[in-house]
């Protein structure tokens, strides 16, 4: 079984992600960190190479991640590709959204291309808050929980899903 984490950049999807694999006995796999292994930062990749040439890497990890299984933590950006968004059918999708006011504190470490700040944040999400919707089965605000009782939360509806012990 495959269970995939989507949402906006810094709502926890890779922190949250790991515990979530730790609770259930599960590979955990990151592609935005699979893409650092092989190409280098993620901004460096869109300053030199562009958000398309990017896209392009991304979705050949995704292809992988989803071939091995697990947990599996995508760039909030993943889902915006069709060939992805088809990919999600018989996966458990994950939604972790949050406050712009929450996620404030995450930004500005210059990791994140695409949102510099709150307001950049806020249109993305913005932008992709129904495709977000339309692809989870399951959602969760991380805003103001501690990421271990939102690991806990999410590792039981797994559970619940799988019918099993898992």
Request: contains cysteine; glycine residues 8%.
């Given at each position: 079984m495959t269970v995939v984490i989507i949402g906006p950049p810094a709502a926890g999807k890779t922190r949250?992600?790991?515990r979530v694999a730790k609770l259930l006995d599960m590979t955990f796999t990151d592609t935005d960190k699979q893409i650092?292994?092989?190409h280098g930062p993620i901004p460096a990749i869109f300053e030199t190479q562009g958000e398309a040439r990017f896209r392009?890497?991304?979705r050949t990890e995704v292809v992988q991640a989803l071939k091995e299984g697990g947990v599996v933590?995508?760039?909030?950006?993943?889902?915006?590709?069709?060939a992805t968004q088809r990919?999600?059918?018989g996966c458990l999708v994950v939604l972790f959204?949050?406050?712009a006011e929450a996620v404030s504190a995450r930004l500005?470490?210059?990791k994140r291309p695409l949102v510099p700040?709150?307001?950049a944040w806020q249109k993305v999400v913005d932008a992709r808050r129904e495709l977000y919707d339309e692809l989870a089965d399951f959602s969760v605000d991380t805003s103001h929980h501690r990421a271990d009782d939102i690991a806990e939360e999410v590792a039981a509806w797994i559970r619940t899903q799988l019918g099993e012990h898992v």
């Amino acid at each position: 079984m495959t269970v995939v984490i989507i949402g906006p950049p810094a709502a926890g999807k890779t922190r949250i992600g790991r515990r979530v694999a730790k609770l259930l006995d599960m590979t955990f796999t990151d592609t935005d960190k699979q893409i650092q292994a092989g190409h280098g930062p993620i901004p460096a990749i869109f300053e030199t190479q562009g958000e398309a040439r990017f896209r392009e890497i991304e979705r050949t990890e995704v292809v992988q991640a989803l071939k091995e299984g697990g947990v599996v933590s995508f760039g909030g950006g993943a889902v915006l590709n069709p060939a992805t968004q088809r990919d999600l059918d018989g996966c458990l999708v994950v939604l972790f959204t949050c406050t712009a006011e929450a996620v404030s504190a995450r930004l500005g470490n210059a990791k994140r291309p695409l949102v510099p700040d709150v307001e950049a944040w806020q249109k993305v999400v913005d932008a992709r808050r129904e495709l977000y919707d339309e692809l989870a089965d399951f959602s969760v605000d991380t805003s103001h929980h501690r990421a271990d009782d939102i690991a806990e939360e999410v590792a039981a509806w797994i559970r619940t899903q799988l019918g099993e012990h898992v």
